[in-house]
């Protein structure tokens, strides 16, 4: 399975009070870890975006296991959790240096066209990037 790592350097607006990373930005995390994914498989969200879709959000949860703090560096490992032509879910992973989780999580994704929300079949409609899908879960030994 192939897991992309982005190092993500924590700003200061990126917390709270308390100095921690506020909960709603790992999602952004998550996006970056994601584009930067799919810019690993050869592709870019912008020349999708080009083709007339979109790749909205249709689900998303997170699991906070030990806080992220201002000044640190931490990095989000992203993969694809699950795919089946339609709709793929990708998992994450953020790390603080030491390689301790910090937090876990996942986005489910759809294509669809941008001007009706319609669903795009991304098998018949992007089939260099359903199959670069399929290659990234393969199992490595």
Sequence with gaps: MKVNETPIQVRYQE??????????????????????????????????????????VIDASMSFKNPVRYGEEAAVKTWVKEYDGL??????????????????????????KKDN??????????PDWHEAYLQAMEKTS
Excluded at 24 to 50: C, H, M, P, Q
Excluded at 87 to 112: F, L, Q, S
Excluded at 117 to 126: H, K, L
Aim: hydrophobic share 40%; glycine share 8%; charged share 25%.
């Design 15 to 56: 917390t709270d009070m308390m100095g921690v990373v506020y909960h709603a930005n790992y999602l952004v995390w998550f996006e970056i870890g994601r584009t930067s994914f799919i810019d690993s498989l050869g592709f870019k969200y912008a020349e999708i975006e080009k083709e007339g879709v979109v790749s909205p």
């Design 117 to 126: 929300f319609r669903p795009v079949s991304i098998r018949r409609s992007f």
């Design 87 to 112: 709709r793929v879910t990708y998992g994450y992973e953020v790390v603080h240096n030491d390689g301790e989780t910090a937090v876990t999580g996942e986005t489910k994704h759809v294509i669809v």
